[in-house]
Each structure stands twice: as structure tokens, then as C-alpha cells.
């Protein structure tokens, strides 16, 4: 009896047969495009996506913005992150910068090998709409 309650508690302690593994991404640059053809880059340090950067359809041309520091949440699916803040915006167009209301989120795949997203920006100028993004390690 000893001997089978030992054996359940070493059962219950390791990994469940069948249990779905996650890779948390590790440090290093993560290219893209949204699905508007726009470059995307996203950088993970200490654990964290500690930069985003990407450019965005806008009016006559394009904006780009960036934001720092988000945290990696673990999920079942991958690790993900999400950020709504705002963030200056450059245009293409010889426009002056302005401040604008910027989300971003994403999944990593389960192996962190890639992410997808969606992002959205809205300025006083133009509102992009909710645009999908991937990226490759």
C-alpha cells in the first residue's frame, strides 16, 4: 500500500501524459509583415518583448510607431502579450508627429518558432483598423 501511495504521488507531481508543452521564446529578433505588406519587427529580451515596432497603413501613406516593454503572459496555446497604450506616430507624408492610441497583441506558436497578432492605431489623422501581423524567429 506504501509502495502505491508513493507511486500516485510521483504521478501526480511530473507532467501529465498528453500535457501540451510550451517554449517560452528566448532573446532575439522576431521579423514580419502585417497583412497590409508593412514591416514588423518584434524583439523578446530577459523574457519579455522588450520592443515592438511596426508601420501601418495611414491616409496617403504610412505611419510607424513602437512600443516597449511587454510582459509575456503563458497560455495553453503559447505565450501572448497584449499592450493598449499610446505612443507617438511618424508619417511618411511630411506630417508632423503626433500622439496616438496604439494596440498591440500576440500569440507565440506553441514551439515560439513564430507569432501572430493584431495591432490597431488612432490618431487625430486616421484610424488603421484592427490589422493582422506574423513574424519568424
Not at 501601418?56 to 510607431?65: E, L, N, S, W
Not at 506616430?89 to 506630417?95: F, L
Amino acid at each position: 500500500m506504501a509502495g502505491a501511495l508513493a507511486l500516485g504521488l510521483c504521478a501526480a507531481q511530473s507532467p501529465a501524459a498528453g500535457a501540451v508543452q510550451v517554449t517560452k521564446p528566448k532573446s532575439g529578433t522576431y521579423s514580419g509583415r502585417t497583412d497590409e505588406g508593412r514591416k514588423l519587427t518584434l524583439v523578446i529580451s530577459g523574457g519579455d518583448v522588450s520592443y515592438v515596432a511596426f508601420r501601418f497603413d495611414c491616409g496617403q501613406g504610412a505611419g510607424a510607431t513602437s512600443l516597449q516593454s511587454i510582459r509575456l503572459v503563458r497560455s495553453p496555446a503559447g505565450y501572448r502579450f497584449r499592450l493598449d497604450a499610446h505612443a507617438s506616430v511618424t508619417y511618411s507624408y511630411n506630417r508632423p508627429d503626433e500622439n496616438a492610441a496604439v494596440l498591440v497583441e500576440g500569440r507565440f506558436s506553441r514551439t515560439a518558432r513564430s507569432a501572430t497578432g493584431r495591432l490597431r492605431v488612432r490618431t487625430p489623422r486616421c484610424d488603421s483598423g484592427y490589422v493582422a501581423w506574423r513574424a519568424k524567429r
